[in-house]
DNA sequence: CACCAGTGTGGAGAAGTTGTGAAGGCGGTG
DNA sequence: CACCGCCTTCACAACTTCTCCACACTGGTG
């Protein structure tokens, strides 16, 4: 689920805005002002920034501007004025689109939608995950052992990747359904271990004696680390 | 040097905005009505095009309706109304962008720039694209596989390039509706396995056996790499 | 060295995903 | 205004994968 950092500061709107990414799927989590916004961004890493342009103190050209400078999280403006350098600025200063007031939620889902989607399609410029013996393409989602390629459905992929991202780090079951389904319902935990299983027989040498997917007695899972 | 064409009824405006465009270093030719339009775009092959909604018998979104069919050029369209449902519409049709009027030309040169980055990030820059036994030529949009012709639908052939543009990378069906439409509205999603299924049937030697554009169980889809 | 919660299976049924033909709609054309 | 091509949507079958269970086994603990 994505996650959107939206900066209103007028109350009416936020709680609309919120409402309807809400109800549209997004988890939302909120700003008032510009300072708020730039800590709510480096604390909650959203993949999405909803910004007034129009905010009291730091505006939203001011707020885009630290933003661009260590991060390039895709930007949406929201502007009342409809006059021209605040949109050029805007844009030019990396902002990805921007709404004018007043909007509709709809319009605004619909670009959202778009922004996210164009930025994950720029983003798999060749991501790679290599530990050990597995090497991961992202993107293409293809895993290789020593070089020999290896099927996995999608969810073998996942697990998969969730723990070779950080290995040695230990996940529990719950965790590892998070990261498989996105939302966890409360589900049999143990579905994981069938999950687990039947990566191990895909991806082990030897199955009987795993030696990349490990077992922590009593906790959970974790990929093998040095 | 990129080349524009303007589609505008009005002569002052028109002049203004070649004048501002030239300036600004882009190569303009100009229309006044949507038929010469057409023919323009045909004759002319420009790397985008600024449209007015309101011309002469023609409009803006007949206009829009047509190129779409055999071109994915990028469309700004200018308009004087500013009520949303033109806007999605447009957007809808696949407009990149629009204008409401009236506008500067700065801003208008802004949105121009912004457009054509857009797209050549999409696009590549190539002319040709070559995967396996597919050639694709991006400018006549034509297709063919081992040397002979192939008669795709727009929507088919936008698919098409979208997948063979990145052999192995895989797309969900949602990034696949995008590339189809400039933005997507929560359309049925499985309408990309209908445009598939057509696809398979003209590009793969056995329908039943792909071998060109491959299923991704439980993701998306994927052109053949290696 | 017994105990028992925790883990490793295999397999059956449930759930989800995709292929496909066919129907309906919309716009363009003669 | 009837036709035609194209896109969308639906329904169903075929298929793949996931879930869940039962039972065996293991590793920690006193």
New interface residues.
Partial sequence: MKKVLVVEDELKIARLVRDYLQQAGFAVVEAADGRTALSMAAAERPDMIVLDLGLPELDGLDVTRRLRAGSSVPIIMLTAR?D?AD??VG??LGADDYI?KP??P??LV??I??VL??A???L?GGEMIRAGPVSIDL????VTIDGTDVEL???EFDLLITLARHPGRIYTRAQLLDSIHGVSFDSYERSVDAHVKNLRRKIEPDPTRPRLVLTVYGVGYKFADA
Same sequence: chains 1, 2.
């Fill in positions: 409809s021209e949109k050029i844009l030019e004018i909007f509709s709809k319009e619909a670009r939608r778009a989607r164009r994950d399609a720029t798999g993107p293409k989602r293809r459905t999608a969810t």
